[in-house]
């Protein structure tokens, strides 16, 4: 099949995150022979195929030598004995043949002609203080950069977890541009946090949606089927792929927007010319044990509120907001472990316990939410609305335990000591 010059569009999309539209060419050529040859047993039956593949790699960049290896790979039949693929590597091994040092023949090629590309200079070296407050939040920052960008090409394959990683990444870099105000221009990083709001919940459409569904077909599926009555999976079903393929196609579309693309560049300057201000050049101790206490105080008032509120959809609203705080507390502490070392671990794990607490909590308000719709279609097709009627007094009994074991969790998470240990 002869080759195009032209990238496929997919496989630039995929490289998009890194590339934030810049131009794709060819740096390096390729060339593989392959030969194969077969180990079988004392009947003849193949127990494995070794390839050996000698490769020549050469640059388009540069007028540097040609580089040539072979490489060998052993793939065992679908019946032979896992364990003779350590005979034949021990057997390699006495022969001189050791294991490859590079992960592909792409990543030896870049390495041995030269081609790679070179890491960019720290542009942040000169203004930066060793030590400060600025190292340990631009430290976290481009970290939480680092995974955004990762993940990307697994969400466009749809990868398993994928999504929900990558809002988290979004989450956290988010939480973290607000309680470091103090080291951050927020004039600077208050327009990223508003994108990073709007493709979290482009994100979020998709990840709700697989978690709720999941949620959901395990309560049916733990229901004893004499409790399940009328169409209640394919009604499930149905309602899931129409939503699911509209999430979907929201994510898709966000990550090829413009907006995006604005977004990554933003987010790659801020880590390569921070907006410093002055405290940022401070010892991160006290910048950060301030930046914590903040959150947490806001928390406190949050969880005080929901807690003082009786049961109803004024005190779920409450619930959401608290566990939005408890969030944002636990996030603060993450970019404070290497300067506050147990006690920013420990508080953040309480706090962590609570935001589980309200999370569960939350996800009923959602179920709960979704299961009254399906009543009310399954109840307009003339199908029984018992079962949903089951699943929605299932997830309200949930919730009240989780109402009931707040308190609980949150006097862990409140005690003064935790708090006194960061100072």
């Known amino acids: 099949v002869p080759l195009s010059d032209t990238v496929p569009d997919a496989l630039r999309d995929l490289a998009l995150s890194r590339t934030r539209g810049g131009e794709l060419r060819p740096v390096v050529r390729i060339r593989s022979t392959r030969s194969t040859r077969h180990l079988v047993d004392s009947q003849g039956a193949v127990l494995a195929e070794l390839s050996l593949d000698k490769v020549r790699a050469e640059s388009l960049l540069a007028t540097t030598t040609p580089a040539s290896w072979t ?13 003779l693929l350590d005979l034949v590597d021990k057997a390699l091994r006495e022969k001189g043949i050791d294991r490859a040092s590079s992960p592909s023949k792409l990543s030896r ?28 939040v631009l430290r976290y920052v481009d970290g939480q950069v680092h995974a955004l960008v990762d993940l990307d090409p697994a969400v466009r394959r749809g990868l398993p977890d994928s999504v929900h990683r990558m809002r988290v990444a979004c989450r956290r870099l988010r939480s973290t541009l607000r309680s470091y105000r103090a080291v951050l221009e927020r004039e600077v990083t208050d327009p990223i946090r508003e994108e990073l709001k709007w493709l979290g919940g482009e994100l979020g459409a998709e990840r709700d949606q697989e978690v709720l569904m999941e949620r959901l077909g395990v309560r049916i599926g733990a229901s004893p089927r004499e409790l399940v009555l009328g169409p209640v ?41 921070p907006p410093l201000r002055r405290k940022a050049a401070r010892k991160p101790e006290k910048v950060m044990v301030k930046a914590i206490l903040k959150e947490y105080d806001q928390l406190a008032g949050r969880v005080a509120l929901a807690l003082e509120l009786s049961s109803g959809t004024e005190r779920d609203a409450a619930l959401h907001q608290a566990r939005k705080a408890a969030k944002k507390t636990r996030y603060a502490t993450e970019p404070a472990r290497a300067s506050l070392g147990t006690p920013a671990k420990r508080l953040g794990k309480r706090v962590k316990a609570v935001q589980k607490v309200l999370g569960d909590h939350q996800d009923t308000v959602v179920a709960r939410d979704a299961l009254r719709h399906l009543a009310l279609a399954a109840h307009a097709a003339g199908e029984p609305g018992f079962t949903w009627g089951l699943l929605y007094g299932q997830e309200q009994a949930v919730a009240e335990a989780r109402e009931r074991k707040l308190p609980t969790a949150w006097a862990d998470a409140s005690k003064p000591g935790l708090r006194k240990a960061l100072v």
Do not use: H
């Not at 960019?120 to 030590?131: I, Q, R, S």
């Not at 129409?242 to 990550?255: E, F, I, N, W």
């Open 109 to 136: 090629a870049l390495e041995e002609t030269g081609t790679g590309a070179s890491r960019l200079p720290d542009t942040c070296a000169e203004t930066v203080v060793p030590g400060s407050a600025a190292e340990e």
């Open 71 to 83: 490489e060998m790979e052993v793939e065992l039949t679908e019946d032979a004995d896992p364990l």
């Open 233 to 273: 999976e394919a009604r499930l079903q149905v309602w899931n792929v129409s939503r699911t393929s509209k999430a979907r196609q929201r994510t898709l579309d966000a990550l090829v927007s413009p907006r995006y693309l604005a977004l990554l560049n933003s987010l790659a300057t801020l880590t390569q010319q």
